[in-house]
């Protein structure tokens, strides 16, 4: 396997659901390439930082009007519901 | 439709502490009319999915919409909840709908950039872009999402990308779906999917990592390798 190799299996290897065979080439190629080593790694953080982001703030007014939405939905679907 | 109700009691033994089980119980305990369940179910969902709105459709005002849509259609299709998928997953698939109908709904009824090249991964892997930054980040993802800079940073990095990388991203690799999930919900075929999905890691990675890599530890890239030792000579 080579650098092109590598990157076209990368997506395999990253979300780790690929082959054994694959697996082991890969890890052959990577325990002699510094730098595809770190390309995994960045991407593998990528992944990790965009999960970890932030998590956008509702505005208040809109948390209001979507909790009484939701009763009012609850309401005629569940009418004898306590809401 | 069932119409008894029952409120959730925090304090029974039975109750799974967190993740996919605590959710599945909160589901079973509102189909049941326990609208608190419910609630609780809203308050625990309505984050990410309302991250995921915000970062599909860039605006708050549609992210507000697709939020609310979202968890009105939960109550009307409570009972069409098989299990099969984790709770999130399930809840993220009908939030990412409605986002996807906003967005056709923008675009009027022209083919969208995300539904074409539907035929297979003819998007190959043939021209995909080299990393060129390569370098170890100086920070762990975990600090970095800390930072107000770094977070306008990767929302900005994810501005920049294509609708169609974006889209596949999103869904796959932030929240979570399977990629045969991504599929389905997007109209592309599980390959596409795949080539879409490693452009995108690889166009992130790289605007990442100019900002967030160590420059003093950067690696040269080296496409020619010699080939692997032969089964024998390893040690």
Redo the contacts between chains.
């Keep these: 396997m080579n650098c092109d190799e590598l990157l076209r299996a990368l997506n395999e290897y990253v979300d780790d659901e690929t082959v054994l065979a694959l697996c082991r080439e890969f890890a052959e190629h990577l325990a002699g390439c510094q730098p595809c080593q770190i390309v995994v790694d960045n991407i593998r953080q990528t992944i990790q930082l965009y999960r970890a982001g932030e998590l956008h703030p509702m505005p208040p007014e809109f948390q209001e009007r979507f909790r009484r939405a939701l009763r009012e939905r609850w309401k005629a679907k569940f009418p004898n519901s306590e809401v | ?5 029952r ?1 959730v009691d925090s304090s029974v033994d039975d109750q799974p502490a967190t993740g996919d089980q605590r959710q599945r119980w909160l589901i079973e305990k509102a189909r049941t ?3 608190t369940a ?2 609780m179910l ?1 308050q625990e969902l ?3 999915v ?2 995921l709105a ?1 970062r599909m459709l860039r605006q ?1 005002h549609d ?2 919409d697709v ?2 849509q979202t ?2 259609s939960v ?2 299709h409570l009972e069409q909840y098989r299990g099969e998928a984790t709770v999130a997953a399930w809840v993220l698939r009908i939030a990412a709908n409605h986002a996807l109908k906003l967005l056709r709904r923008r675009r009027g009824m022209m083919v969208t950039s995300w539904e074409s090249g539907r035929g297979g991964d003819n998007e190959i ?1 043939s021209s ?1 872009p ?2 060129e930054v ?4 100086r920070e ?3 600090d ?2 800390e930072r107000t800079e ?2 306008r940073l ?1 929302d900005e990095a ?1 501005i920049e990308l294509d609708e169609k990388y974006r889209l596949v ?1 999103l869904l796959r ?2 929240e979570g779906l399977s990629v045969r999930e991504t599929a389905e919900l997007l109209g592309l075929s599980e390959a596409n999917v ?1 080539v879409r ?2 452009r995108a ?2 166009q ?2 790289e605007r ?2 100019r900002v967030l ?1 160590d420059e003093s530890r950067r ?7 010699p080939p ?1 030792p032969a089964e024998g000579n390893k040690v």
Excluded: C, N
């Design positions: 439709m069932t119409d008894t109700p409120a009319g326990d609208f419910f609630e809203v309505e984050p990410r309302y991250r915000w708050s992210a507000e939020t609310q968890f009105l109550i009307e892997a995909l080299h990393p390569i370098a170890p980040w762990t993802p975990a970095l999402a770094i977070r990767i994810l991203f690799d932030v795949k999905l490693l890691r690889l992130l990675r990442l990592t890599g690696a040269i890239p080296e496409h020619s390798h692997p």
